[in-house]
Structures are given as C-alpha cells and as structure tokens.
C-alpha cells in the first residue's frame, strides 16, 4: 500500500487503475494468468523498466501478486482486492439510487398534492 493511501485498499486500487498503461498491464496479465515483465513487454507499447515499476504499483494496491521462479519473477492477477472494490462501487451507486428514488418521490407527491389543489 502506498503512504498517500494509507490503509484504504479502494484509495490504492482506484489510484492505480487510473493510469491507462497500468490497466493494460492488469488486463493482459489477466489474460495470460501469470507472466513475467519482459512477457508483458512485449505485447505492449513500454519499456520493461517501465512495466516493472507500473507492476509494483498494482503490487502494493494488491491487484497483483508477485513470486520468484528461479531467475525471474513472475506476477499473476489477485482478484481479491478488485472484486472488493467492485463491491464498494456496487454499494455506492445502491445508495445512489436509493437517494434518486427517494428524491423521485418526493417530487411526484408535491407535483400530485399541487395538481389536486389546482382542482379545487
């Protein structure tokens, strides 16, 4: 977890998906289940260095996982941490609704109580 996040793995998730280039990194290691950054290099526009460093990010956002194999490293995808999110996100826009509703009410029951006074 990066200190700018503190212990809040939405913050550190939301910070590194915000990046393209790491997103492309996320969605072709999901795609291959596990690799190595010279692997993830060579299907993307960056340099490995670069593909190094975007990885430690999600690394620390817990979006990935990393583990050595004799000389290399190699990562694969942990869905954990971005399903929680997608879960907090879930939550969030519920609670939104449920507000949009409410407001939704409200409005049609003062539009009916002026219609009924118009009548009178």
Known sequence: ???EHGSDPVAAVLAALAEPTR??????LAARGTATATELA?????????????????DRAGLVTAHRAGREVRYR?????????ARWMADLAD?????????????????????????E
Do not use: C, F, S, Y
Not at 42 to 58: C, F, S
């Open 23 to 28: 997103r492309h990194v996320l969605d072709a």
């Open 77 to 85: 995808p942990a869905p954990d941490t971005l399903t929680a999110t």
């Open 42 to 58: 060579d299907g993307l526009p960056v340099t490995r260095q670069a593909i190094v460093k975007h990885l430690a990010v999600l």
């Open 95 to 119: 609670a939104w609704d449920r507000r949009l509703l409410a407001i939704k009410h409200l409005a049609e029951g003062a539009t009916a109580a002026e219609g009924a006074r118009a009548a």
């Open 1 to 3: 977890m990066t200190p």
